[in-house]
């Protein structure tokens, strides 16, 4: 495996791929690797010839009060699991070599990022779009592979790949979760050992929703309600900060379950902001 965190020796590496006819494919993570990023490793591994793994805690996705310095970070052990993964280049570069000073061009996705995450984080995903466009133009990827744990991210970049056609496949992979089912993130790694205990009850509750819609058509303000109660009820140190039921591509609101609808959820806990989401069958 090849670590590189220079930005030209990078892009002239995958220029050399894409002449040579080699199919590249891209999982772009910030680190400190699960088992979430591990599954988007081997799908990827089996489904090109040169797997690019980026590794960039992107600075411009973090509002000046969140968690940026305190992202853990571990590249040593992020080393070994993408090599174990057989990653054939792990691309680690430096802010300063990603952001020029002068840096002024941004990639914004405005219609569908205006609810659900973006309401706390006004300027996270025009950060997120901007930092994984440049990777694109710099891995030159035929497919880039993405977790439905952020959900809105995969719609956003899947909207930005359409409408500045870019010829990249853009694949979302299923939400790898803990045995009790809390969805993995970097961020679990926040939460005392009883905010964990409780963590757990983020995805029970979205099954919850997921057993009344199965019963009958279902409005959505009930199921915020009955959501809102569980929680308070389960996750006492939590405090919402959103219980959205969206359409799964244009992210809109829906107010009766009569199709396939996203249920989408973010839960202050501790230190943690925690994620989850579901789509709900009826
Ligand atoms: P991150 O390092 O948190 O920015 O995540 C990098 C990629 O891994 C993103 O596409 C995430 O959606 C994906 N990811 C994070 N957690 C999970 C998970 N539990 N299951 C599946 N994919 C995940």
């Given amino acids: 495996m090849k670590i590189i965190s220079d930005v030209h020796k990078l892009q002239h590496i995958c ?38 793994v980026s ?7 973090f509002a000046p009060n969140e968690d940026l310095e305190a992202y853990p970070r571990d590249l040593d052990r992020d080393k070994k699991l993408a090599q174990k993964e057989k990653v054939d280049i792990l691309f680690t570069p430096k802010p300063e070599a990603l952001y020029l000073p002068g840096h002024c061009t941004w990639v914004e996705v405005p219609d569908l990022a205006q609810n659900l995450c973006a309401k706390a984080r006004p300027t996270h995903f025009r950060g997120v779009a901007t930092i994984v466009c440049k990777l694109f133009n710099l891995t030159l990827p035929h ?41 993995m993130s970097s961020r679990n790694t926040y939460l005392t050992p009883a905010e964990r205990k409780q963590a757990s009850f983020i995805y029970k509750g979205l099954l919850m929703a997921q057993t009344m819609v199965k019963q009958t058509h279902v409005q959505a ?41 996203l249920l989408a959820v973010a839960i202050f806990l501790g230190h943690a902001r925690l994620i989850d989401n579901i789509v709900l069958r009826v």
Wanted: with cysteine; net charge positive; charged share 25%.
């Fill in 221 to 261: 303000e009930t199921i915020k309600n009955a959501l809102k109660e569980f929680y308070k009820k389960n996750l006492p140190s939590g405090k919402i900060d959103y219980i959205e039921l969206v359409h799964p591509e244009q992210l809109t609101p829906v107010s009766l379950i009569d199709q396939p609808t």
């Fill in 55 to 61: 590794l960039f805690v992107n600075p411009t996705q």
């Fill in 143 to 183: 497919l880039a592979v993405f977790g439905q744990k952020d959900w809105q991210q995969l719609t956003i970049i899947k909207r930005m790949v359409k409408d500045l056609n870019l010829p990249i496949e853009v694949v979302g992979r299923p939400i790898v979760r803990e045995p009790d089912g809390l969805a």
């Fill in 15 to 52: 220029l050399d791929l894409r002449s040579q006819g080699k199919k590249i494919a891209l999982v772009p993570t910030m680190g400190y690797f699960h088992e979430g990023h591990l599954s988007l490793m081997r799908w990827a591994r089996q489904n090109c010839e040169q797997l690019i």
